[in-house]
């Protein structure tokens, strides 16, 4: 007999909406492998061929003394209203969104045969907008008040004006919570949240196992 599938649940919310944070606290109460859309577009970002066709819409501005991509001189070309930037912001999105398309779907089937967790969470920021949803089998919906999120956010050292330019870059978050399956509040007490999200994962998948603090 064959083995169960694992669950997939995407996580998705504004910028600062806390995706990561929620994503390793569940799993204290479940089984959980994490794939991280930030680190595999790293990964990407390292592969020649994609480096190449950055290099040719881009040029050399984008790349470091060692031929790496500097991801700060990429955001400057491409976040923002103007058409330019939305343009570039294109451009950049046909080269490495089906890359980590095929990076995503590599991993999950590695995950699926060597079934070492109870549930499988993608956190990739443009889950939606990249067209990875249909991989998951549940999409949760982190609500953030933009205060709280724009606080967050600068204790990366970002400014006011890259918060709004890359969230414009997105879609809106009232479309974004439209296309999810639940609602979860991520602006207070973070295992407070990622409780209620287990006691929800709990009656959607029940085989699983999911289990929440008493």
Do not use: M, Y
């Given at each position: 007999m064959s083995a169960a599938r694992i669950p997939v649940i995407g996580i998705i919310g504004g910028i600062g909406s806390g995706k990561t944070a929620i994503a390793n606290a569940v799993s204290e109460f479940v089984s959980v492998c994490r794939l991280?859309?930030?680190?595999?577009?790293?990964?990407?970002?390292?592969?020649?061929s994609v480096r190449e066709a950055l290099r040719n819409h881009f040029g050399d501005v984008i790349f470091d003394n060692s031929g790496e991509v500097v991801r700060s001189k990429v955001a400057d070309l491409?976040?923002?209203?103007?058409?330019?930037?939305?343009?570039?912001?294109q451009q950049l999105e046909?080269?490495?969104?089906?890359?980590?398309?095929?990076?995503?779907?590599?991993?999950?089937k590695e995950i699926q045969d060597q079934q070492f967790c109870k549930l499988i969470i993608?956190?990739?920021?443009?889950?939606?907008?990249?067209?990875?949803?249909?991989?998951?089998?549940?999409?949760?919906?982190?609500d953030v008040p933009e205060h709280l999120r724009?606080?967050?956010?600068?204790?990366?050292?970002?400014?006011?004006?890259?918060?709004?330019?890359?969230e414009a870059s997105q879609l809106p978050l009232k479309e974004k919570e439209q296309?999810?399956?639940?609602?979860?509040?991520?602006?207070g007490d973070l295992q407070t949240a990622a409780s209620k999200l287990s006691?929800?994962?709990?009656?959607?998948?029940?085989?699983q196992r999911v289990e929440a603090h008493t």
């Open positions: 991280d859309g930030d680190v595999i577009g790293h990964e990407v970002l390292r592969q020649e491409v976040f923002g209203t103007e058409p330019a930037k939305q343009a570039a912001r046909s080269v490495v969104h089906p890359e980590i398309r095929n990076f995503i779907e590599n991993q999950l993608i956190d990739a920021a443009l889950l939606l907008e990249a067209g990875w949803s249909p991989v998951c089998d549940a999409i949760v919906f982190l724009l606080q967050r956010v600068k204790q990366r050292d970002w400014t006011e004006e890259q918060f709004h330019e890359r296309r999810a399956d639940i609602t979860i509040n991520n602006g006691e929800w994962l709990h009656v959607r998948f029940p085989s």
